[in-house]
């Protein structure tokens, strides 16, 4: 008897090209980009995790969609959001674990509807979810098939996209701000690895108080270093430590503040590996533990899908190739990422400022169409 | 990548701004010019073989296309049709692409040599350029070696960098043929010396790399050829001037020996990061796919899809288990580790597969064990068939209860039969193993030296190789007997035999061979065959004495010596009724130290094969001479300390 195992190819609908369009200058110019985008995120993140960090890569993006906004050929709301669903869809399937990439996607496709709601009059309020209450008043569902013509639509969207990129650029600045209100003076901060958000939360504060800092290294990319290079540079005492002296550490930390890749829908967060083990010794001494995230991180996925949920690079970094012969009768694996579950996390400082874990949800909501979240 | 980079550097000096401007070239060569996946490659080019399911100069073409260059020339010869259509089809000729791709046919190159020349000829390069095969599999960023290329070329010195890569030498991904021994200057990284090892244990240095005027350098075995090499323009025409330039060995070596002359230098770039390695036989295609499932080669991974193909994609999960689309898993069968499947596969139940490599639209029956097997597409397995470190080509039946053994081959379209199990190294295909020579009118000229398996090599010289031998033996006889008749001194006579050697292109071992030969045959000649032996070693000995210089200046290592006993062995069973003479002979070239008592002793007890040469060495005299011989040596090491 035979059990069926099939895998559903849900990535295998996203190769079509933008053949439909007719060809012109511009097209072409615009395909020759989104395929050169495409490549680069094929390739890059060859080892130490992405080459440019999640802030770079969601203005990329978000800039690659306005381009397609105003370059690509389309008549209706419907079908600007089909175009940019389909990319969306080539682009996450080129680096699942790249998920800056679908949030930026799902933000436009988001201020797309808010738009065109804008445009034909009706409330923001009453096209948000599907609640019991909706279902059950409104007598039917609302087909909303987004085939209306508007003029101003464009300009409309790409006037959104704009301000989207201008909150893009200041959340590392927003995220700053919030300092010092959370850094004391005479304390010993914990962190690991390298996150541009966390190093330019402690440089803002190292301004007014005077505090120390513990850096996990993170083997075997070993990130730690540099932070701890960049800290010290700004004047703030830093310690470097191994990953194994975590544990052994913690009981003098005060606080444990760190920065992640990702954060999911429930709270929990993909960030670097090495970060499971100092969540959980911070749980055991009770200590809080902060994150740093912007809001563009946040991204609806849940945990359990094990396939796009680890990314494994060249076991180069944990066996090197000059072993030799041994490399042959062994299996080595270089994961990147770690999944912390929520109930290990204190607190999630974003440009939006504090929220606890349980909270992730609702913020969900506000920036993604529950229709959006399967690309 | 880097060109774009190199677009935007503040150009300081104008030349060198246009300089950067010029696209990054390269030279991708998408023949092997050898024959090492004989017989699959007769009915696919090499270069469209699979690895991991996805075909070989893809991730040629992906290595280049990421290190930043943006033309390409491809340069086909066999089968360049197929090739054509591939990469016309693939994304490397999208109108997006950032590679340029221009393929270039001719039935007529035989070598790289010829390549370049052409290269040269139609003056495709106007810069730096890249080199490489159309079997190199590789993630190795070459721009810095590209930067540190540019520096030394603007010095006017560097002609060619080639890329290593550190590896020690137990390692699988290290092609055996392609073993090197490098001797370098630590601080400029440039070659003093360079030599296969060929499986050889001892190995001689020439004394002149010690008086380079550098004060360190080293001599290094750990490196792995990744067959990539950055060279400057120079390089085409350097391969123009000397025409026996075939292969990047005879250049590399041909540089070194002229250096003094022409001022070139060949330096070296050794990397650790990144993967480099090149698919020259089956022992590497064993190895490469391996280290591709294993994800040595990241970004390119198998379920990356970086070739966009429809459908192409597959998933990662643990053990690094890929499965394509589509592909069902019958109830008990387990996929241990390092499995690569392809879609719309369908396995049956109770298999067991690990290390293996599955390709698209194939058919797996019950009870099937596959381990460090790769099935290509459209492949039939029925139940109950093991197959272990095999490479089971398109569209092949295999029957019920077959057991393949290590290292078979299975060819394109075979039909093996129910409950038959093949020895090791098995081949079968559908082609005809006479068919091989009648296409092969001239030589093919490869860089891989064979190491000790001659087979190949035999086979395609053989209807050309004999008449020209004949040839030169006439024409050597010719000479010897003008040197007897004129009084010819013997250093010309030497000269004159190595002028033969280069006109008929005959190897060295074969000029000593064909000597002896004709010097043992030369009293026949002169007056017929009907000498008693007697007669016969009254009118050799003198001539061996005289030419014994000649001799001795082709028999100088241990292994000419037992060529040349070879020699007279294959003379004497011939002239059976001369065997008595050979006592004599043998006993004469000893003395005049032609031959070396080891040499006679080795080959006396080891070189019996045939009946008729073990006959041989029951020869009455024979045996009495190598008693003398070994007593003889005897005295002489008691006396010798």
Redesign the interface.
């Given at each position: 008897?035979?059990?069926?195992?099939?895998?559903q190819?849900s990535?295998?609908r996203s190769?079509t090209t933008l053949n439909n369009m007719p060809g012109a200058d511009k097209e072409?110019d615009l395909?020759?980009r989104i395929?050169?985008f495409l490549?680069d995120l094929?390739?890059g993140?060859?080892?130490t995790g992405p080459l440019r960090g999640s802030g770079e890569m969601a203005r990329e993006t978000t800039a690659l969609l306005r381009r397609i906004t105003a370059q690509a050929r389309w008549s209706s709301a419907g079908d600007l959001m089909e175009i940019i669903r389909n990319e969306g869809r080539r682009m996450t399937?080129a680096q699942p674990s790249e998920t800056t990439v679908g949030n930026m996607v799902r933000r436009v496709l988001k201020i797309i509807r808010e738009e065109y709601a804008r445009s034909r009059g009706s409330s923001e309020e009453t096209d948000q979810q599907e609640s019991l209450h909706k279902l059950l008043t409104s007598g039917g569902l609302s087909e909303e098939n987004f085939r209306q013509h508007f003029a101003s639509l464009k300009a409309n969207v790409i006037e959104a996209i704009n301000e989207l990129l201008t909150e893009l650029e200041g959340t590392t600045d927003n995220i700053a701000m919030q300092a010092l209100e959370h850094i004391h003076s005479n304390e010993v901060i914990m962190t690991i690895g390298r996150s541009r958000t966390v190093e330019a939360f402690l440089k803002d504060a190292a301004r007014k108080r005077k505090f120390h800092v513990i850096v996990a290294e993170c083997a075997p990319f070993c990130q730690g270093h540099e932070m701890a290079t960049s800290l010290s540079k700004a004047g703030i005492e830093t310690t470097v430590i191994a990953d194994a002296a975590i544990f052994a550490v913690m009981s003098r930390v005060n606080k444990v503040i760190i920065g992640t890749q990702t954060v999911l829908a429930n709270g929990g967060l993909r960030a670097v590996n090495g970060t499971h083990t100092l969540a959980l010794a911070a749980k055991h001494h009770s200590t809080p533990l902060i994150v740093c995230a912007p809001m563009f991180k946040l991204s609806p996925q849940f945990p359990n899908e094990?396939?796009i949920f680890h990314k494994?690079?060249?076991?180069?970094e944990v066996l090197?190739?000059?072993?030799?012969?041994i490399?042959?009768k062994v299996?080595?694996?270089?994961p990147v990422f770690d999944y912390v579950p929520p109930e290990l996390i204190t607190l999630f400082i974003s440009n939006i400022g504090g929220n606890a874990p349980s909270y992730i949800y609702r913020l969900m909501s506000e920036l993604y169409h529950p229709e959006d979240h399967e690309l | 990548m880097s060109s774009r980079g190199t677009k935007q550097k503040k150009g300081n000096v104008t030349n060198e701004q246009e300089e950067e401007d010029q696209p990054l070239q390269a030279v991708l060569i998408a023949d092997s010019f050898n024959r090492r996946f004989f017989p699959i490659s007769k009915d696919q080019p090499r270069a469209l073989l699979p690895l991991a399911n996805v075909a070989m100069i893809d991730y040629t073409l992906e290595f280049l296309t990421s290190t930043g260059v943006q033309e390409t020339f491809v340069f086909c010869c066999w089968m360049s049709n197929k090739i054509k259509d591939h990469l016309l089809n693939s994304k490397w000729c999208r109108p997006t692409s950032p590679n340029v791709v221009h393929i270039i046919t001719s039935d007529l190159y035989r070598s790289l040599g010829d390549v370049l020349r052409d290269v040269d000829a139609k003056t495709l390069v106007r810069n730096d350029f890249i080199l490489v095969y159309g079997d190199v599999v590789s993630n190795i960023d070459v721009s810095q070696a590209l930067q540190e290329h540019r520096r030394k070329v603007d010095k006017n010195i560097s002609v060619m960098t080639m890329v290593f890569k550190e590896s020690s030498p137990g390692h699988k991904s290290r092609c055996e043929e392609d073993d090197v021994i490098v001797a370098m200057d630590s601080k400029s990284k440039r070659v003093l010396h360079y030599q296969k090892t060929q499986g050889l244990k001892k190995l001689q240095f020439p004394m002149n790399i010690f008086q380079h005027g550098s004060d360190e350098f080293e001599i290094r075995h750990d490196l792995l050829d990744c067959h990539i090499s950055i060279c400057s323009p120079q390089v085409a025409e350097l391969f123009t001037d000397n025409f026996d330039y075939q292969t990047r060995n005879d250049f590399v070596r041909g540089i070194l020996v002229n250096e003094e002359i022409l001022g070139n230098q060949i330096h070296l770039y050794v990397t650790n990061e990144g993967y480099g390695a090149r698919v020259s036989n089956l022992q590497m295609y064993d190895s490469v796919s391996s280290d591709l499932v294993r994800r040595w080669v990241y970004p390119l991974t198998p379920e990356a899809n970086f070739t966009d193909q429809r459908g192409q994609g597959c998933a990662h999960s643990r053990h690094n288990v890929y499965r394509g689309a589509g592909v069902s898993l019958g109830h008990g069968s387990q996929m241990e580790e390092n499995v690569l499947i392809g879609r719309d596969t369908s396995i049956g139940a109770n298999c067991h597969i690990s290390n293996s490599i599955i390709g698209n639209y194939c058919t797996i029956g019950d009870n099937v064990v596959l381990d460090r097997a790769y099935i290509w597409n459209n492949v039939h397995i029925s139940n109950k068939v093991k197959i272990h470190q095999s490479v089971v080509c398109d569209g092949v039946l295999v029957k019920e209860a077959v057991l393949l053994n290590k290292q078979c081959v299975l060819a394109y379209n075979v039909v093996i039969g129910p409950n038959m199990s093949l020895p090791e190294g098995t081949v079968v295909s559908m082609h005809h193993p006479e068919e091989e020579e009648d296409d092969d009118d001239d030589e093919f000229l490869s860089d891989d030296q064979v190491v000790g398996n001659s087979k190949d090599k035999t086979k395609q010289k053989g209807p050309v190789c004999v008449c020209v031998c004949l040839v030169f033996q006439l024409e050597v006889l010719g000479t010897l007997q003008r040197g007897e008749e004129e009084n010819i001194g013997c250093d010309n006579l030497v000269l004159e035999i190595n002028s033969l050697k280069y006109a008929y292109n005959i190897t060295l071992k074969e000029v000593m061979q064909i000597l002896t030969k004709v010097v043992l045959e030369y009293p026949f000649q002169q007056q017929g065959t009907k000498l008693s032996s007697s007669q016969y070693t009254v009118l050799l000995l003198p001539l061996l004495k005289k030419w014994s210089p000649v001799f001795k200046n082709y028999i100088k290592r241990a292994q000419d010596h037992l060529d040349c006993l070879s020699a007279v062995e294959e003379l004497f069973l011939e002239q059976e009724t001369h065997q008595t003479a050979m006592v004599k002979v043998l006993m004469n070239m000893y003395q005049l130290e032609i031959l070396e008592e080891d040499a006679i002793l080795k080959w006396f007890s080891a070189g019996a094969t045939t009946d008729k040469s073990r006959q041989l060495r029951k020869n009455q005299g024979l045996q009495k001479f190598i008693q003398w011989l070994k007593e003889a040596e005897d005295e002489s090491s008691e006396e010798g300390e």
């Open positions: 008897e035979n059990y069926h195992i099939s895998w190819d990535r295998n190769e072409t395909s020759e395929e050169a490549a094929k390739r993140g060859s080892g399937a094990e396939e494994f690079v060249s076991p180069h090197p190739f000059t072993e030799g012969e490399l042959s299996n080595v694996h270089c | -």
